[in-house]
């Protein structure tokens, strides 16, 4: 097992608390998804891969999308399963995928496209992919103009490390290993929103990041002192317990 799919299926150690305290996304991003791909999510034969607990995936069954899930880690699916039980749940990952050639007119990827290698991911989209269907792929990424988000980014390196920050790459701030493409580009659109949590919440999620994940037992002293500490710096920032979390979706959609 190497070490990026040793961090990717890290999140099967903490599902609930995933499904629990992780983001979702706006209506806007399914409406700009729509928009960009060309066709309507109703009815639409769609595919998450790196479904993890089912937050998008629940998104595009709302929609009326009929969606079979693909995640690689056991426990992830099956909270998936036991939270969307009448929507297919497939093992494996984007890099083998495990469907029919032609059998999807929209594939997403919501947080998981860095879990894979590109050069094996996008030919795979495309074998599964009808004519005229749409690969999407979407990162929430904190919002680095928040003052308090900026601030708890530098804390967050100083504790993990300069490549361990849980808010993502600022916007604009990097490559999301997008592949180099011949004959077509991604359309990409940014799309805001903001969530209103408990501050417990949101350590919560902070928590559920790999970068934590992964140290595992010999980090849980330490993790646990890093929240104890920003505890304090966002009770002092929100007294009324309430941390407005602000967002920026990153979309990417490509149509082969």
Avoid: C
Avoid at 34 to 62: C, F, K, N, Q, Y
Avoid at 74 to 92: F, K, N, W, Y
């Amino acid at each position: 097992m190497t070490a990026s799919t040793s961090r990717a299926l890290s999140f099967d150690s903490a599902a609930a608390q995933y499904a629990a305290a992780r983001p979702g996304y706006p209506p806007a991003l399914l409406d700009t998804v729509e928009e960009l791909s060309g066709r309507p999510l109703r009815g639409a034969r769609a595919v998450d891969v790196g479904a993890g607990t089912g937050i998008a995936t629940r998104l595009l069954h709302g929609r009326g999308a009929l969606v079979t899930a693909v995640e690689p880690g056991p426990g992830m699916a099956a909270e998936l399963h036991r939270s969307l039980p009448s929507v297919p749940v497939v093992r494996g990952d984007g890099n083998r995928l495990p469907l029919a050639t032609g059998s999807a007119d929209l594939i997403t990827y919501a947080q998981s496209w860095h879990w894979t290698d590109p050069d094996l991911a996008l030919p795979e989209a495309r074998r599964v992919l009808r004519a005229g269907g749409a690969l999407a792929l979407w990162w929430n990424v904190s919002d680095h103009s928040a003052d308090w988000i900026a601030g708890q980014d530098t804390r967050l390196r100083r504790h993990l490390g300069a490549g361990g920050g849980a808010h993502g790459t600022p916007v604009g701030g990097g490559s999301r290993n997008l592949p180099q493409l011949s004959g077509g580009d991604f359309a990409r659109r940014l799309v805001p929103w903001s969530r209103t949590v408990p501050v417990d919440l949101h350590l919560a999620n902070l928590a559920t990041h790999s970068a934590f994940l992964v140290q595992g037992a010999a980090g849980e002293q330490p993790t646990r002192r890093f929240m104890d500490e920003e505890r304090a710096h966002l009770t002092a920032e929100f007294p009324d317990g309430m941390v407005e979390e602000r967002y920026v979706v990153e979309l990417a959609v490509l149509v082969p």
